[in-house]
């Protein structure tokens, strides 16, 4: 089985929102969030609205809708990599904006296409990989830190690891103490800023 990346998108607009009505109208004509996974997948929405997807990865599953009359959150499970080329088309077609936060750790994908922080606002994630390390203060690092946990800021990653007796004044002095002990910090890029612009 393929590894999943987890894609979390906004639809938005700020001039269009008939255009943005539309979208969520074809989103519920054509998708259907429920066990049968066919029912759910993304390419039933451009097979609905006959948008051509020569070329474009669509192999994912909608797992989520919501509609919150400025904009359209949508999650899906998607193989491998993000949908990013198929959410542009949706927004294209549509005459729409859309902001990413897409995760995929075996891949190594850490993507946010949100560079205002409206929609997503973290900007770094820190992976635990042994949730029963004691820290240099004496506590189990789950007491302070979930698997896989959200920064918006690299002070508030610092403050953290200070509370865990890690001193270090910066994120790259950071990843040096923590290099053998199975915590990683990672930074959410942006994987093509000129192609997908983001709000």
Not at 3 to 10: E, L
Not at 51 to 58: E, K, P, R, V
Not at 163 to 185: F, M, P, Q, T
């Amino acid at each position: 089985m393929a590894n999943i990346c987890d894609d979390d998108v906004y639809f938005f607009s700020k001039t269009n929102p008939e255009g943005l009505q539309s979208l969520w109208d074809d989103l519920e004509a054509s998708i259907v969030i429920c066990p049968d996974a066919d029912k759910a997948q993304i390419g039933n929405l451009f097979k609905y609205k006959g948008i051509d997807a020569t070329g474009l990865h669509l192999r994912g599953v909608v797992s989520y809708m919501e509609w919150n009359e400025d904009d359209i959150l949508l999650s899906a499970e998607a193989a491998w990599t993000p949908l990013i080329e198929a959410y542009a088309a949706i927004a294209d077609i549509y005459d729409v904006e859309f902001v990413m936060l897409s995760i995929e750790p075996g891949e190594g994908i850490y993507y946010n296409t949100d560079t205002s922080g409206k929609y997503f606002p973290d900007r770094y994630m820190v992976s635990i990989r042994d949730e029963e390390l004691i820290t240099p203060s004496g506590k189990r690092i789950t007491e302070e830190l979930e698997y896989d946990h959200p920064f918006a800021l690299a002070e508030d990653i610092l403050e953290c690891f200070r509370n865990l007796g890690y001193e270090a004044e910066s994120l790259d002095a950071l990843k040096v103490l923590l290099k053998d002990s199975d915590i990683y910090i990672h930074e959410f890029e942006n994987p093509n800023l000129m192609e997908y612009p983001a709000a």
